[in-house]
């Protein structure tokens, strides 16, 4: 019953982990800001492609923060 051991690691979260996270929250979290359709891309209104966008932003971002949190 000790001091605890140096062996192993500490379980604090990266602060730019949490904030990877929370940046697709905050990208789709106020639809008055995208709600229009101009730029088009490929005939598609900038309220659908940006969403998709995220989707696929979100992914790579969930991605980076399971590498992270695997190699711990």
Same mark, same amino acid.
């Given at each position: 019953?000790?001091? $605890?051991?140096?062996?192993? $690691? ?20 106020? $639809? ?12 598609? $209104? ?27």
């Amino acid at each position: 019953m000790g001091a $605890p051991s140096n062996s192993q $690691p500490t379980k604090r979260t990266k602060w730019w982990v949490i904030v990877l996270l929370a940046l697709p929250y905050f990208g789709l979290c106020f $639809p008055g800001l995208y709600a229009r359709a101009t730029p088009a891309v490929f005939g598609f $209104p900038f309220f659908y492609w940006y969403q998709f966008a995220w989707v696929v932003l979100t992914s790579f971002l969930l991605y980076l923060v399971y590498r992270q949190l695997k190699s711990r």
